[in-house]
């Protein structure tokens, strides 16, 4: 794929609107993973991923796309890479997200917005507006008044 000057930008918006999912994710064991791939169920997966993406998203915001991958050997670092599709209202990101031992990191494949704009950072600033627009925040419970 070819990288284009705005491609980390908008690597580094969605990597910040899904840390807490990403966080989510990691507390499935890696057996489960590794097992649900190899084995091809990936309904099981996609589960998983729905189970942790309606806790911080709006629903269907944040899905499996077409799968996963592993990285195993008998040295070295472990890595599950899922494919994941983020659909705010006006864009999809379609990534790759990838879970390792220490770090997570992703690789946004592309971007397809619904109406592009001409300059790339109004589609980066739009991007950023609707995944924030499309999250599910935790609101403070109300204040109790005692009298």
């Known amino acids: 794929m070819h990288r284009q000057d705005f491609s980390e930008s908008r690597e580094a918006i969605v990597a910040e609107a899904i840390k807490e999912f990403v966080t989510e994710l990691r507390m499935v064991d890696l057996a489960d993973y590794v097992s649900f791939i190899h084995m091809g169920h990936f309904a099981n997966l996609a ?10 998203f709006m629903p269907g915001t944040l899905k499996l796309g077409h799968g996963g991958d592993l990285r195993l050997a008998w040295t070295g670092e472990q890595k599950v890479m899922l494919d994941l599709e983020l659909k705010p209202s006006g864009a999809t990101v379609f990534f790759t997200l990838s879970l390792g031992d220490t770090e997570a990191g992703i690789d946004v494949n592309y971007v397809a917005f619904d109406e592009p704009g001409s300059e790339p950072e109004n589609n980066t600033s739009f991007l950023e507006s609707a995944l924030d627009a499309a999250r599910i925040r935790k609101t403070p419970p109300p204040l109790r008044m005692t009298g």
Do not use: G, I
């Not at 991923?49 to 806790?55: F, G, H, M, Y």
């Open 47 to 56: 589960d998983l991923v729905d189970s942790a993406a309606e806790l911080y």
